[in-house]
C-alpha cells in the first residue's frame, strides 16, 4: 500500500482542495461480502439473493445494494489516511448517492476521495470529500458520493 496521506491540524485540509487525496486498492465486490452487508441491514430484496430470478429478469446476476458502494468508504479512507491533531470528528451528512449503473458481483472497483470545499465554522471546519467509485478493469464510472465531516 501506498504511504499514507499525512494531516497535521486543521489547516492541513486546504493544501489537499481540489486535487484527489487517494485513489484507494482494487476492491472485489464478493457475493459473500454484499450479502453479509444485506443481512447486516435487513436488506432481503430479491436482486440480492436469487441469481436466477435476478438473469431471468434481464440483469447480469446479482446486484450490489445502493447503499453497499458508499459504505466501503470509511475503511477505506482510513486506509489512506492519516490525522493528527485533529481530535473531534463527526460525519455531518452523505449528500447524495447515484449509482450510474446494475454493479454486479465480481466487479473490481476503485475509490478515488477529493476534498472539493472546507468551510470554516464557528467551532473547526467543514469538510466535503467528492468520493468516485470506479470499475478497475473498464475505468467505468459507477456511482459518486457525497460526504461532508465536521472536524474541531
Not at 6 to 24: E, R, Y
Amino acid at each position: 500500500m501506498k504511504k499514507k496521506v499525512q494531516i497535521n491540524g486543521l489547516d492541513d485540509f486546504a493544501k489537499h482542495l481540489d486535487k484527489p487525496l487517494f485513489t484507494s486498492y482494487p476492491i472485489e465486490i464478493t457475493t459473500e461480502k454484499m450479502q453479509q452487508y444485506c443481512l447486516s441491514v435487513n436488506n432481503q430484496e430479491w436482486v440480492h439473493w436469487d441469481e436466477a430470478g435476478s438473469r431471468k429478469s434481464g440483469l447480469e446476476g446479482l446486484i450490489t445494494p445502493g447503499l453497499f458502494i458508499p459504505s466501503l468508504y470509511p475503511q477505506v479512507f482510513w486506509d489512506h489516511v492519516e490525522m493528527q491533531n485533529v481530535p473531534h470528528i463527526l460525519v455531518k451528512k452523505i449528500e447524495h448517492i447515484q449509482i450510474y449503473r446494475p454493479i454486479y458481483m465480481g466487479t473490481r472497483i476503485d475509490l478515488t476521495s477529493t476534498i472539493t470545499s472546507v468551510k470554516p465554522r464557528r467551532k473547526g471546519i467543514e469538510v466535503d470529500y467528492d468520493v468516485s467509485f470506479d470499475d478497475v478493469e473498464t475505468r467505468d464510472h459507477l456511482a459518486d458520493a457525497r460526504f461532508i465531516l465536521r472536524y474541531w
